[in-house]
């Protein structure tokens, strides 16, 4: 106990400001008292006991705080084992994982271990990221395994209802009752995701994820060639990929593609090109992507023609090469590369790229040939927030799925950093009654160190008027340039209360106010 006294006083005198610090006074005093060297974790934990709270200590004691530096966490969740409408030839199908997971994979793991409950999962998680110093206030829970449309309305009306009990910590009997508590409760889920396959996208599909809650929908694209997507057994071609993308935006959906590299048919070329029709087409530009490289596992049709020479992955060196291409010269402002990399452990990959950190090898390349990724994720503050900075708006006009999008950042003078963003839609129709004659708020966000509801810190841009500011310019294009009467929000369910501060009302499951 007088070892982590002696280290928690240096932290909050201030003598030990970096990590590089703390694992230098680590040793020091593991040497001192002959003792083992002391865990972040173990640190945090006494910290919390003896009553301390000082933020500056906290987020020095933080495990791995990039997860709390895009201004919420994320939490993933799986849906049980479950049978799926693809035949996709490179897809893993364990019996003890939803379809295109292995068991061994961290979330499918971690999954797995709660019997594929879903509010032991949420609590679990929560507990974790607590214990290892992170903010729970504000989630973002991704639902992941398996298509989501695909499984029984009456499970997933459940598997949703128990992930909001979970972050309410207390039982509701229905799901609106769930979702009016989490309004207020310490755990707000901001955002709910989940992944299905474009195909399953309708307008009742639509309706029924709404009444979810859900506000990001990934889907499974994987490539944008009729002639790949056919070779794969993919089961849907580009047209419905086209369809579904223009339903959920005009529904003011975030979308992320899943998009995958060096897939049978295709080469280095015809995969760039795949990502230059992505942003130069206006029937696609997602929000969001995951680029995934192909990989051969056991047991898959893949694997099969692999074996007999048929299909040959491209080399570590081909695939840095592409991403590195894609993100120089293909990506715009208002695009977030979310993954480069699926996370299944090496033992499975029996041919292809085993090289999880592809985003740090591509940085290191761009370092070396002196060029910067625009993407969303490369530019977030994340902790270099600076109060005096001065701040910049910026303002991105494009066209997608007929309907125009604005997307407005405030970023600093050379765009290196990141704030906060919106994205506005007028769509070309809309799918809702409470949705007519309005533009639509897809996405409002501001990075930084995750702050709780009514947290202050010098470090952080969060809860510094940024986002009201961004909506106050929204309104306005929607009143004088799109002339329309009202705005309606794809709100999280968890920023709600936000949103009535600001004069919206919930009308279905949209927050609108008349302007």
Known sequence: MKIEKEIIKKIDQGEVTTAKD???????????????????????????????????????????????????????????????????????DEKASPKSYLKDEPAAMRAWMSNYHPAKQTTKRIEALEKTGHPTEKIELRIVGGTWSFYPKKYRRWFVKNCFDACNKKKSKTLKESQRKNEKAKHRIVCLSIETRPDFITKEEIKEMRALGVTMVELGVQSVDNNVLSFIKRGHTTESTIRATKLLKDAGFKICYQVMLNLPKSTPQKDIKTFKELFQNSDYQPDFLKIYPCLVIANTELFSLFKKGKYTPFSEKQLVKIIAKIKKDIIPYYVRIQRLFRDIPAKHIFAGCKVSNLREVVAKVAEKEKWRCRCIRCREVKESYNPSEKV?????????????????????????????????????????????????????????????????????????????????????????????????VISGVGVRDYWKNLGYQLRGSYMVKDL
């Open 22 to 92: 703390l694992e230098k006074i680590k040793k020091i005093f593991a040497k001192k008292y002959k003792t083992s060297f002391l865990s972040n974790v173990h640190l945090l934990q006494f910290y919390h006991k003896m009553g301390g709270s000082k933020e500056q200590t906290v987020s020095l004691l933080r495990t791995r705080p990039v997860r709390s530096l895009s201004g919420v966490v994320n939490i993933s969740v799986l849906t049980k084992p479950f049978p799926c409408p693809g035949k996709c030839i490179y897809c893993p």
């Open 392 to 488: 910049y708006l910026f303002r991105e006009n494009y066209l997608a799925s007929k309907g125009n999008e604005i997307f407005l950042s405030l970023e600093n003078k050379d765009r290196s950093k990141l704030f906060a963003l919106l994205r506005l839609r007028k769509p070309e129709k809309t799918p809702f009654l409470s949705l007519k004659n309005s533009a639509i708020i897809r996405e409002i966000k501001t990075y930084g160190l995750h702050l709780p509801v009514k947290g202050q810190n010098k470090s952080s841009p969060q809860h510094k008027g940024m986002g009201k500011k961004l909506v106050k310019i929204a309104e306005k294009i929607t009143r004088e340039e799109f002339k329309k009467k009202r705005v309606a």
